[in-house]
T-cell receptor, first 113, second 109 residues
Framework: DGGITQSPKYLFRKEGQNVTLSCEQNLNHDAMYWYRQDPGQGLRLIYYSQIVNDFQKGDIAEGYSVSREKKESFPLTVTSAQKNPTAFYLC????????????FGPGTRLTVL | EDQVTQSPEALRLQEGESSSLNCSYTVSGLRGLFWYRQDPGKGPEFLFTLYSAGEEKEKERLKATLTKKESFLHITAPKPEDSATYLCAGYNYGQNFVFGPGTRLSVLP
């Protein structure tokens, strides 16, 4: 079955630690996205990538970093510089351009202790 | 600044009680208006894309419509399994999606 997987589902981190969230897709999509979701707010874009080895900052990129070495993978690192990292993180992919729908992964809930 | 708002924030319906959810948008160069369904603790699931004012799309008990300023998601005779948060998002010329905060729908048996 084609789809997007995210791991882990739940993640706990101590303050001052970096942590990497995994996102893998086998839909053969060129575009991939990372969003953050907080209660009562819409999804906010962290980073996106339209093609391998290229990515762009979204609206709230500070304190996060990404890489796109393979078409299938788009890992997100939450660094210690992110002031409020506790949130639900969603990865998505799509065919780039033209407003094609995004397919979302199941999400990772990160809690900073 | 591009913005999407949704109302109401939460809606409670009895099974079979039809209603509508509203999505108002100010998105420069709107290239598409998307509706998603999100169950608690899960990723959003795509429902519809609308591209131009006057367009309508239907899927089971759901119908989405689009005007120049807003979109509606009409729910006809809802069932408890329709309970979820419904998100709308505008896609702009910057090739980014702008999401609204969602409407949390509860359908009581």
């Amino acid at each position: 079955d084609g789809g997007i997987t995210q791991s882990p589902k739940y993640l706990f981190r101590k303050e001052g630690q970096n942590v990497t969230l995994s996102c893998e897709q086998n839909l053969n999509h060129d575009a991939m996205y990372w969003y953050r979701q907080d209660p009562g707010q819409g999804l906010r874009l962290i980073y996106y990538s339209q093609i391998v080895n290229d990515f762009q900052k979204g609206d709230i990129a500070e304190g996060y970093s990404v890489s796109r070495e393979k078409k299938e993978s788009f890992p997100l690192t939450v660094t210690s510089a992110q002031k409020n990292p506790t949130a639900f993180y969603l990865c998505a992919s799509s065919i780039p351009g033209g407003g094609n729908e995004q397919f979302f992964g199941p999400g990772t809930r990160l809690t900073v202790l | 600044e591009d913005q999407v708002t949704q109302s109401p924030e939460a809606l409670r319906l009895q099974e079979g009680e039809s209603s509508s959810l509203n999505c108002s948008y100010t998105v420069s160069g709107l290239r598409g208006l998307f509706w998603y369904r999100q169950d608690p603790g899960k990723g959003p699931e795509f429902l519809f894309t609308l591209y131009s004012a006057g367009e309508e799309k239907e899927k089971e008990r759901l119908k989405a419509t689009l005007t120049k300023k807003e979109s509606f998601l009409h729910i006809t005779a809802p069932k408890p399994e329709d309970s979820a948060t419904y998100l709308c998002a505008g896609y702009n010329y910057g090739q980014n999606f702008v999401f609204g905060p969602g409407t949390r729908l509860s359908v009581l048996p």
